[in-house]
T-cell receptor, first 111, second 112 residues
């Protein structure tokens, strides 16, 4: 099974400042089709996870451009260029290279 | 418009059975990978099961042998049959199309 490890597990950020979350997988997420099956989600309280980034770096429809994803192989990063109040919640990475598995989640709070 | 609506949750005693439904519109379940993901109270997301567009099914070790994923193409609905339920199966259950969660989930509570 592929294990996903996120760091940090919590983050407190001043509005307007950047934020970064790391996600490491226990094996490469690069598939033979050339795609890398790594996704990022934000879950706000009482809501389902909302897809932010698919296949490492592609923003989903309607996602603000302050969110960006990068990485390759086993190391991935989600960056928020300027945090806003509406960005609070728990961020998850997910792989679908082999079945699916999620990171533990990173809770983002506003200072 | 693409929509997913989960239903079928409720309170069930340990050892009991429940069938969850995920009714979709705007696409066909037969042409998509459909997954079930759950979230226990206050916890993170846990993948449960997936059915491929070709009909192949996969399960997390925690539910293998107890849960069965299936689909009815005439109703454009995906199901999760859950048997031998345990307290640790208590969670909100979400269905997803590929990586997209479109519904609010359905709560399953296993308790005596």
């Amino acid at each position: 099974d592929i294990v996903m490890t996120q760091t940090p597990l919590s983050l407190s950020v001043t509005p307007g400042q950047p934020a970064s979350i790391s996600c490491k997988s226990s094996r490469s997420l690069l598939n033979s089709d050339g795609k890398t099956y790594l996704y990022w989600y934000l879950q706000k309280p009482g809501q389902p996870p909302q897809l932010l980034i698919y296949e490492v770096s592609n923003r989903f429809s309607g996602v603000p451009d302050r969110f960006s994803g990068s990485g390759s192989g086993t190391d991935f990063t989600l960056k928020i260029s300027r945090v806003e109040a509406e960005d609070v919640g728990v961020y998850y990475c997910m792989q679908s290279m082999q079945f699916r598995s999620f990171g533990q989640g990173t809770k983002l709070e506003i200072k | 418009e693409v929509q997913l609506v989960e239903s079928g949750g409720g309170l069930i005693q340990p050892g009991g059975s429940l069938r969850l439904s995920c009714a979709v519109s705007g696409f066909t379940v037969s042409g998509s990978y459909m997954s079930w993901v759950r979230q226990a109270p206050g916890m993170g997301l846990e993948w449960v099961s997936v059915i491929s567009s070709g009909g192949t099914t996969y399960y997390a070790d925690s539910v293998k042998g107890r849960f069965t994923i299936s689909r009815d193409t005439s109703k454009n609905t995906v199901y999760l049959q859950m048997n031998s339920l345990r307290a640790e199966d208590t969670a909100v259950y979400y269905c997803a199309r590929y990586a997209w969660f479109g519904g609010q989930g359905t709560l399953v509570t296993v308790s005596s």
